[in-house]
């Protein structure tokens, strides 16, 4: 079955070090998100990409890369840099953004200390 | 500027009733998108339904319906006949009016309510 897939589901580092989240999608969708749940937040967007070799910042950015270098997989580092890191991470991904729906990975919960 | 807005943080319904899940939503773009993504505490997000601005009808999916009033700007989720398994946190969004985001249309979310249903 198609679908995709977030790895680690729990993740515990300390404070100062980088991580990365795993996502990974078989559904040869060309677009796709991370995004970050808090509490009471609803989804803020990290960074998307629309493309192999190519992403955009979303709306919190600052504290986060990501790559993509090959269609299937678009990994989310956290880097120290990012000053409140433990939070809920979804990934998804679309064949056409905006039109068709998401789907969602199972999520990563980072938890930072 | 564009904003979804979910005024119910929590609600109850009793199983086998029906619930209206409200969403109203603020934008001067002609042509634009709804959704409705149910999110179990396992975590995943589901995708419920849609709703586009030009649709004739009111979406439905099986128990989902949209109660879309455009003049109004709402696009209610209706659930019927509530299960067990309904309980869950439900958030609506909206996709970016092509006159933002051009051909980078993203999805504009809401703060989402909390759903219990009661056996």
């Known amino acids: 079955d198609g679908g995709i897939t977030q790895s680690p589901k729990y993740l515990f580092r300390k404070e100062g070090q980088n991580v990365t989240l795993s996502c990974e999608q078989n559904l040869n969708h060309d677009a796709m998100y991370w995004y970050r749940q808090d509490p009471g937040q609803g989804l803020r967007l990290i960074y998307y990409s629309q493309i192999v070799n190519d992403f955009q910042k979303g709306d919190i950015a600052e504290g986060y890369s990501v790559s993509r270098e090959k269609k299937e997989s678009f990994p989310l580092t956290v880097t120290s840099a990012q000053k409140n890191p433990t939070a809920f991470y979804l990934c998804a991904s679309t064949p056409h953004p905006g039109v068709s729906p998401l789907h969602f990975g199972n999520g990563t919960r980072l938890t930072v200390t | 500027a564009q904003k979804i807005t979910q005024t119910q943080p929590g609600m109850f319904v009793q199983e086998k009733e029906a619930v209206t899940l409200d969403c109203t939503y603020d934008?001067?773009?002609?042509?634009?998108?709804l959704f409705w993504y149910k999110q179990p505490s396992s975590g995943e997000m589901i995708f419920l339904i849609y709703?586009?601005?030009?649709d004739q009808q009111n979406a439905t999916e099986g128990r989902y319906s949209l109660n879309f009033q455009k003049a109004r700007k709402s696009a209610n989720l209706v659930i019927s006949a509530s299960q067990l398994g309904d309980s869950a946190m439900y958030f609506c969004?909206?996709?970016?009016?092509?006159?933002?985001?051009?051909?980078?249309?993203?999805?504009?979310w809401g703060l989402g309510t909390s759903l219990a249903v009661n056996p």
């Open positions: 934008t001067s773009d002609p042509s634009y998108g």
């Open positions: 969004a909206m996709r970016e009016a092509l006159q933002h985001a051009g051909n980078n249309r993203k999805l504009i």
């Open positions: 709703q586009g601005s030009y």
